[in-house]
């Protein structure tokens, strides 16, 4: 048997006759079943650890393969019923070997796209608002890059001053301008704008929480309003105090991020579902409403991206009616992958574009 390690990929682990059975037994303690790890299937071990949270480490890891790897052949003793979702082979359309680790995820960088350019970044200190930030500040914008959490600003501003030299970047040095804000709140939408000092060409409404995938008669008053405060009425707030500036200019772009959430009712709950649909019908209505102002305003819909962001599934019902579709989800993308795709709506690469709701999900909206 090949030993496994850290750096052997999921589906590996999963393929694995002793590893296998280890890690479909962990799986089911937990509640959860192989399935969840189809589309993270070519993923290091390693790479899970990291996005877990905490709740897998990296010595658990090493101990599973170290115990994985004493196992002789024949002795593993496999979780009644898990066959679900091997690594490759029950996958449909798989090679029968393990598929290769995912390639990591690679920018074409086009320097000096946002030179010139001053850009609103929410929700930049993780995932895809960050990847986005990163992207936009190493093509020459200058970044206002606002989220709650002010640590996480400043490593990223500290992670482009270590790149400055990147063969994407136009130059040494950085223009990130980290904004701690809420934007739930009205002192942090006028902290946002403050920093932006009167110039804003580009919008990028990132920051979002989601539901614990909660069905409409569990939903509560406070889960409801939270999650609509965050996903939908600080996106409101922050786009109207912005709009003014775009006007006067006689020119901007605008995207909002949404969620194949947006495209259909399977993939969470009530809260984070409603919240994103209407992420869209604020899109096309402030399309439709400032297009002739030459401001542009579009949509990301992400499927499954590999970020910080809350997986919890918090309602047997919703877990039981969800897991389903989850088991169909392409491979999770890198946020790097989306942020592309926000990049080229918020450029002017995407002059003749206005009211698009563009999937960026690898395929998962034409299921
Ligand atoms: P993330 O949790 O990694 O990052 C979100 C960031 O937003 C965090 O840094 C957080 O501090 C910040 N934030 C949260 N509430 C805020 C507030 N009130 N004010 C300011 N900042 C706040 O999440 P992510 O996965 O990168 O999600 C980004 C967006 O993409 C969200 O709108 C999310 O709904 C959407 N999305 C994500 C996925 C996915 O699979 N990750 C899929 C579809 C859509």
Not at 297 to 308: F, H, I, L, M
Request: include cysteine; hydrophobic fraction near 45%.
């Amino acid at each position: 048997m090949t030993p496994l390690s850290p750096e052997s990929t999921v589906a590996e682990w999963l393929d694995h006759p002793a590893g296998g059975p280890i890690l479909r037994r962990m799986l089911a303690e937990n509640g959860q079943s192989a399935g969840t790890l189809r589309a993270v299937r070519r993923f290091r071990m390693s790479r899970l650890v990291a996005l877990s949270g905490g709740r897998l480490s990296a010595e658990e890891v090493e101990r599973l393969a170290a115990e994985a790897n004493a196992t002789a052949p024949g002795d593993a003793v496999d979780v009644p019923g898990s066959a679900d979702v091997p690594g490759s082979a029950d996958v449909p359309g798989a090679a029968t070997t393990a598929p290769p680790p995912r390639p990591e995820g690679r920018e074409r960088c086009t320097p000096g796209r946002f030179t010139g350019s001053t850009v609103v970044i929410t929700g930049a200190g993780s995932g895809i608002g960050r990847a986005t930030a990163s992207r936009v500040a190493r093509e020459g914008g200058r970044v206002v890059a606002a989220d709650l959490d002010r640590d996480r600003l400043d490593a990223l501003a500290a992670e482009l001053d270590a790149q400055a030299w990147h063969p994407g970047h136009p130059g040494p040095g950085h223009e990130i301008v980290p904004v701690r804000a809420d934007i739930t709140d009205a002192d942090g939408i006028a902290a946002i704008v403050q920093a932006a000092d009167g110039r804003v060409d580009a919008l990028a409404n990132i920051a979002g929480i989601t539901d614990g995938m909660v069905p409409l008669h569990e939903v509560d008053d406070e889960l409801w309003h939270r999650v609509f405060e965050v996903n939908l009425h600080g996106m409101f707030r922050l786009t109207r105090a912005v709009l003014p500036l775009m006007r006067a200019a006689g020119r901007g772009s605008i995207v909002n991020v949404s969620s194949e959430a947006a495209l259909r009712g399977s993939t969470a709950g009530a809260a984070y579902t409603a919240s994103k649909h209407a992420v869209v019908g604020l899109t096309r209505s402030a399309a439709f409403m400032y297009g002739p102002d030459g401001i542009r305003v579009n949509s990301v819909a992400p499927g499954g991206v590999a970020t910080g962001i809350e997986g919890a599934m918090n309602s047997a019902l919703g877990r039981e009616r969800i897991e389903p579709t989850l088991a169909a989800l392409p491979d999770i993308a890198e946020p790097e992958h989306v942020a592309a795709s926000i990049a080229f709506l918020l450029s002017e690469d995407s002059v003749n574009i206005n009211g698009a709701l563009l999937p960026s999900d690898g395929g998962w909206s034409v299921q």
